[in-house]
């Protein structure tokens, strides 16, 4: 087992220097640059593809195979995100790290980035043991994973990726999460003076209300969730309504389920017309990333786990119900699993990081580094 220390304030340099630089989705660069700048400063291969993620290549040291492992995290952050202020609290002879309440901290997950390049660095500057390395930082995670969709196949030409991007104490191990479906409703009615003819119109708005009240909300099922987070409809108080978009959003683990789900969706909508006359309705729905599963007796997912012990951590298999990088990464032919960068309640303006969670992430990643540098996975 490593036992090196990290050195702990230029970590907390690290992610404070991230969390500074404004980088919503869609503008990333700054982060970007910054991140070429500090893998340049080591001769490190790097790249930025079409779709602004930035791909770094690291070779391997006192390694007995030739495969390649990934360590990935994304740069974009959730609004509100400019101007990011942190500040450091002293707390049970920890540091806190928060932002000022006006901003989100960006934690999700500049606390996932920083750990990883303090991590590789500290191996390459002390000579640990290392697979080939391929550090993956991508765009536009927060937008359905929009920058992961744009890698190329050659950057996931891979064994076995690791993303550090999710809530909760070291030692979480996510093998499962779900696909992730966005519909909207279009439905419409007719318009009419609301005081002079109301009789002569169809309101969309009571229609959709009609709707929404017989749809399965909430968590339907241990598998599966449904939402509905927008609706809109309406010109004026003196006029009947036309029209009422709603939006919402499917989750789960189940593809039949899944199904069964928007069928219902669209049963609800005939039903309700068939109550109405006078309206008419549209439904869309599109899938923006499918749902993975990776079996924990895959051999790198065991390493993570033998890794974790060696970091006096309790290995805790998870199902998640949001999605990641990751889930583009096993759709496309690449396993891996989803770990812990430590932050709470992250997209919101309470969203925290403790220093001694992403100085223990670092050990962990370090411990990553020796155990898949000495077996195959």
Do not use: W
Request: charged share 20%; glycine share 8%.
């Amino acid at each position: 087992m490593n036992t090196l220390q990290i050195d702990t304030e230029q970590l907390l340099q690290t992610f404070l220097d991230m969390v500074r630089i404004d980088s919503p989705s869609g503008e990333e660069d700054a982060l970007r640059d910054y991140l070429i700048d500090r893998v340049a400063s080591k001769g490190l291969a790097h790249h930025t593809d079409a779709g602004g993620n930035l791909i770094v290549d690291i070779p391997a040291q006192g390694c007995s195979h030739s495969q390649i492992l990934v360590f990935s995290g994304h740069m974009d952050v959730v609004p509100p995100c400019h101007q990011i202020q942190p500040i450091i609290e002293e707390l049970d002879g920890d540091r806190m790290i928060t932002s000022d309440n006006t901003t989100v901290l960006g934690a999700d997950d500049k606390a996932g980035l920083a750990p990883i390049l303090e991590a590789v660095f500290f191996a390459i500057d002390h000579q640990l043991p290392m697979p080939q390395l391929r550090l993956i930082f991508t765009t536009r995670e927060e937008v359905f994973l929009a920058g992961a969709k744009e890698l190329s196949a050659e950057s996931l030409k891979a064994d076995f990726a690791i993303t550090l991007d999710h809530t909760g104490k070291q030692g979480v191990i996510i093998n499962q999460a779900p696909a992730y479906i966005e519909f909207t409703i279009e439905c419409r009615g007719k318009s009419v003076h609301a005081g002079i003819m109301p009789e002569q119109g169809v309101n969309a708005i009571v229609f959709a209300s009609r709707v929404i009240s017989q749809l399965r909300l909430g968590r339907i099922d241990e598998n599966t969730t449904s939402n509905i987070g927008f609706l809109t409809g309406g010109k004026a108080t003196n006029i009947v309504p036309d029209l009422t978009v709603i939006k919402g959003e499917l989750r789960g683990h189940d593809p039949l389920t899944l199904e069964r789900e928007l069928a219902h969706i669209e049963k609800v909508l005939a039903d309700v017309t068939a109550t109405l006359p006078g309206t008419g309705y549209k439904f869309h729905y599109q899938t923006r990333f499918d749902a993975y599963r990776v079996d924990e007796t895959h051999a790198g997912v065991q390493h993570v786990v033998s890794a974790a012990l060696k970091t006096g951590l309790e290995p805790q298999f998870i199902r998640t119900n949001g999605g990641s990088d990751n889930n583009i990464f096993v759709k496309r032919g690449l396993p891996g699993v989803v770990l812990s960068a430590g932050y709470m309640e992250p997209h919101s303006l309470k969203e925290r990081v403790r220093l001694s969670e992403m100085v223990l992430c670092c050990q962990f990643l370090m411990n990553i580094l020796e155990t898949f540098a000495h077996e195959p996975f």
